[in-house]
């Protein structure tokens, strides 16, 4: 068994820096979960806590059946692969994928060598055993610190940001096999990276971080469709979502301010059992907003002010007159994705290609939005959560989360 458990863990540094806060989360046998956040969210102190090369303040982590928080690394059963590769440069590829079965097993050679052709062939690179780390490309040193990992046969796979130094093409084709892999090999895996998109394409799994603590966890497709906070909401999807004020008339169940909303009498009942706030934050993604160049029912007039060319979309980006500053309604504490440099993101749509004409850009000729009801999320601005019970949804996103390990 290698399943692995997070109990309450913490890691604090020089008595008063908290880079993880009160982690729990229980990792199943032959799991890919990918871990995700910003910089300095905690998901690299996390991996390096599983390693063994980081102590634990508080807490404890299971391996199986283990306790491993004062095991040395070299007794946790673990293979890790690093952002840099690590590879010994004066080493062939042959010496550095058998480097740690040497170090640390007393298997004959005969069983070491077929453990790393074996190896080398399932990562494709058995023509490279005899060559040095310096002879090869940035995919091909990645493959080989990847198949030193599989001749170990660990229980779990340790990965911490692995891709980051590839170009984008290459990078999207490692993914794929690595994903091919882990499903062969089906080895319990905790993925690191701050890339949304590697960890929505990879996982069975992702866990959401944000300053050490644990946000949201779920597979891809339920951290998208149902965030259970602003944060969650903005750092899952590319580009982010947009967010719009707006009061709710309780009355007639509509949605008031930056977009006018219809929305179904029972679902704002259910909004309003959850939060007495006074005005929302809604939420809404690039790809549920429809543009229109006339005015049509519950419209919203916005000026274009540019649209990039992505080649099977277009990318409008619009203002709002106006609109309504959502961070002047939010709660200080709320994360509501501003850039680094407090900034709010810009307003953004897809359409079709060729669909809106240049002359729009930066005009005063209006273009005309509308929204798909049921993929409008709803914030409360104090809290920064979730309130809504949307078809969309489905379920309850605070409950579906916390029954998924959250």
Request: hydrophobic share 35%.
């Amino acid at each position: 068994m290698s399943r692995i458990l997070f109990d309450g863990v913490t890691k604090v540094y020089d008595g008063e820096v908290v880079a993880v806060d009160g982690f729990d989360l229980e990792i199943e046998d032959g799991e890919f979960l990918t871990l995700v956040g910003p910089s300095g969210s905690g998901k690299s102190t996390l991996l390096r806590m599983v390693a063994g090369l980081e102590e634990i303040s508080g807490g404890e982590i299971h391996i199986g059946d283990t306790v491993v928080n004062r095991l040395p690394p070299r007794n946790r059963d673990i293979a890790m692969v690093f952002q840099n590769y690590a590879l010994y440069p004066h080493l062939s590829v042959r010496e550095n994928m058998a480097f740690g079965l040497k170090r640390s097993t007393d298997l004959p050679k005969e069983e070491i060598d077929e453990r790393v052709e074996d190896a080398a062939e399932l990562m494709g690179i058995g023509h490279l055993l005899g060559q040095k780390p310096k002879q090869l490309s940035g995919g091909q040193r990645q493959r080989v610190a990847t198949g030193r990992a599989i001749v170990r046969d660990p229980a779990v796979f340790l990965f911490d940001e692995p891709l980051s130094n590839l170009d984008a093409k290459l990078r999207k084709h490692m993914r794929t096999e690595l994903q091919r892999l882990q499903g062969t090999l089906d080895t319990t895996t905790i993925y690191v990276t701050h890339d949304q998109e590697e960890a929505m394409t990879m996982s069975d799994r992702i866990a959401i971080l944000n300053e050490g603590k644990l946000q949201q966890v779920g597979t891809p497709r339920e951290v998208y469709n149902r965030p259970v906070n602003t944060f969650v909401a903005q750092f899952i999807g590319s580009p982010s979502m947009n967010m719009f004020v707006a009061d709710l008339d309780d009355e007639n169940a509509r949605f008031t301010g930056d977009i006018d909303l219809a929305i179904d009498p029972a679902r704002a009942d259910a909004i309003r059992e959850r939060s007495d706030a006074e005005q929302f934050l809604l939420g809404i993604r690039p790809e549920h907003v429809t543009v229109h160049m006339e005015e049509v029912p519950d419209s919203v007039a916005v000026h274009v002010d540019i649209v990039e060319p992505l080649g099977s979309d277009d990318l409008l980006y619009f203002d709002l007159d106006d609109g309504i500053g959502v961070e002047d309604v939010v709660a200080e504490d709320v994360d509501i994705g501003a850039d680094e440099n407090g900034d709010e993101e810009e307003y953004k749509v897809f359409v079709e290609p060729g669909s809106v004409p240049d002359e729009y850009e930066r005009s005063e000729t209006p273009v005309y939005l509308t929204f798909d009801t049921d993929h409008v999320h709803v914030f409360d601005p104090e809290t920064g959560e979730n309130v809504d019970l949307s078809p969309g949804f489905g379920t309850d996103a605070r409950a579906e989360s916390a029954a998924a390990g959250d």
